[in-house]
């Protein structure tokens, strides 16, 4: 596994924090930041997993890119 460290514009971090907010599921933020980039890369076809992982609640306040 790599590590990758960046940083963000507070307009996304913040966006970020609230997404992790919402999310019924009370795990680390790093997880829910993980499932939730496989989720955007796999819609846009660079990314397949047969891996099993928690689905998060659908985004209600914005939508996909």
Avoid: H
């Amino acid at each position: 596994m790599q590590s990758f460290n960046i940083t963000l514009p507070n307009a996304i971090a913040n966006a970020l924090s609230a997404y992790i907010g919402d999310q019924e599921v009370s795990l680390p933020a790093s997880a829910i930041v993980e499932n939730a980039l496989e989720e955007f890369l796999s819609q846009c076809g660079y990314f397949t997993s047969t891996k099993a992982r928690f689905t998060p609640n659908s985004c209600t306040q914005g939508k996909w890119i």
